[in-house]
């Protein structure tokens, strides 16, 4: 079991909803993977009014115990807020100097973080992942047609708005930042929908952040939780624009 005095060197955030089903693999993969890293850690996995058994699971994942240098921690909410909601909590209640939040399928694997760390203990405030690799090619190509062309339309929409136009990924689900930097980015969030990611570069740019990023792994993964309804490209005009603004 790990001491929760010591201070851990990285944090990983888990935004889970009803997660019963992937929540088991994930977690022992993550925890596998950082028990092998020369520095504590911790896990915070942010339920967001889960109704499955995704916080028993976790409850049950602490008390079976973990791995000396790896702290495991669950964050719960009464309620679905949303996973920008999730995340902001978690990243809030991190203690790592550095903080990742990936998702809960691992479609970035929990490796790929060792890519964006040099970044941040160099000096970079966030570091983010780009599913765009140094060749030119892009790991979205394997999503469903759907959500392909959803995508594209996102990032058409958020460039010809001005929002974060010199970056190309701005929803690599990895991500990493400083503990000061993080706390002042998640205390300003509030968007709660999945384009909360141009939010949080909007602010750390707005703050005077420095923003690198590398190219990670990703791949498509079955069953994701966010549900492109009739209408959305209303809601997603409405955040771009208030982030053009500088609004929150």
């Known amino acids: 079991m790990s001491d929760p005095a010591r201070v851990p060197h990285v944090t990983f955030v888990i935004p889970a909803y009803n997660e019963e089903a992937r929540l088991p693999a994930s977690l ?3 925890i596998a993977f950082l028990a092998q890293q020369p520095f504590d850690s911790e896990i915070i996995v942010s339920d967001d009014g889960s109704r499955d058994t995704t916080t028993s699971i976790v ?6 115990g ?7 921690r669950l964050l719960r909410a009464e309620r679905n807020e949303g996973k920008g909601a999730a995340i902001r909590r978690g990243m809030l209640d991190a203690r790592g100097a550095f903080a990742f939040f990936v998702d809960a399928d691992l479609a970035t694997p929990p490796d790929q973080s060792l890519k964006l760390l040099p970044k941040l ?3 970079a405030d966030v570091a983010i992942g780009s599913r765009i690799q140094p060749d030119g090619s892009d790991m979205r190509a394997s999503q469903p047609l ?8 996102f990032t058409l929409m958020r460039k010809a708005l001005g929002v974060l136009r010199d970056i190309d990924d701005t929803q690599c689900p990895m991500k990493g930042f400083r503990r000061e930097a993080a706390r002042a980015i998640f205390e300003r969030q509030r968007l709660s929908g999945w384009i909360f990611d141009a939010e949080v570069l909007s602010i750390a740019r707005s703050l005077g952040q420095r923003i ?4 990670v792994t990703w791949q498509h993964v079955e069953g994701s939780r966010i549900r492109l309804r009739p209408g959305e490209a209303w809601q997603v005009l409405r955040d771009l ?6 609004r929150s």
């Not at 409850?59 to 079976?64: D, N, W």
């Open 146 to 153: 759907k959500r392909r062309l959803a995508g594209q339309t």
């Open 28 to 30: 022992d993969r993550v």
């Open 241 to 246: 624009l208030r982030l053009r603004r500088g």
């Open 66 to 72: 973990t791995p000396p240098s790896v702290t495991l």
């Open 121 to 123: 203990e160099a000096g």
């Open 212 to 215: 690198e990023a590398a190219p």
């Open 59 to 64: 409850e049950q994942r602490i008390a079976a």
